[in-house]
């Protein structure tokens, strides 16, 4: 089970889930999924996955596959008419709130028994619901939000 989520700045979250290893088409799936949650005129903030950085979901955010770059290569933001998506920098979790969930989510199911896919379906809405959303300002400002 792969479980992909969003967190908003008003505390509302997101999340969806699959059995399949996840490609390019469920980081598209999930950029659709938040337009018709939250609606338009949406700025998304993605890790640099695979099936998140990839040129086929850049094209459906801007209708192009050129991008804007920081130095030579590195993909920083990809924008459309109504959505933005930016990328934390590489190898800094520590930069991205829904890492922190997802350090949440995996504790809250530390010492919960699984048998079977049925089982663990069952519990993930339970453990998303048990879970605190986290504070994102302190993330995207680097000031505390207090």
């Known amino acids: 089970m792969t479980v992909l989520g969003a967190v908003t700045d008003d505390g509302?979250?997101?999340y969806?889930?699959?059995e399949?290893?996840?490609?390019?088409?469920?980081?598209?799936?999930?950029?659709?999924a938040l337009t018709d949650k939250f609606g338009e005129e949406l700025v998304v903030f993605l890790d640099r996955a695979?099936?998140?950085?990839?040129?086929?979901?850049?094209?459906?955010?801007s209708g192009e596959r050129e991008t804007e770059t920081v130095g030579d290569s590195?993909?920083?933001?990809?924008?459309?008419?109504?959505?933005?998506?930016?990328?934390?920098?590489?190898?800094?979790?520590?930069?991205n709130?829904?890492?922190?969930?997802?350090?949440?989510?995996?504790?809250w199911f530390?010492?919960?028994?699984?048998?079977?896919?049925?089982?663990?379906?069952?519990?993930?809405?339970?453990?998303l619901s048990a879970i605190d959303e986290p504070n994102i300002w302190p993330y995207l400002t680097g000031k505390d939000s207090s």
């Open 50 to 61: 695979g099936y998140f950085y990839a040129r086929d979901l850049w094209e459906h955010v």
């Open 74 to 95: 590195s993909v920083s933001c990809v924008r459309g008419d109504d959505l933005e998506v930016w990328y934390f920098p590489s190898k800094l979790p520590e930069l």
């Open 12 to 14: 509302d979250s997101f």
């Open 110 to 127: 530390k010492y919960r028994l699984m048998p079977d896919l049925s089982t663990l379906k069952d519990y993930i809405p339970r453990g």
């Open 20 to 32: 399949e290893n996840l490609t390019r088409f469920h980081g598209i799936r999930l950029l659709e």
């Open 16 to 18: 969806c889930w699959t």
């Open 97 to 107: 709130a829904v890492e922190g969930y997802w350090d949440q989510l995996q504790e």
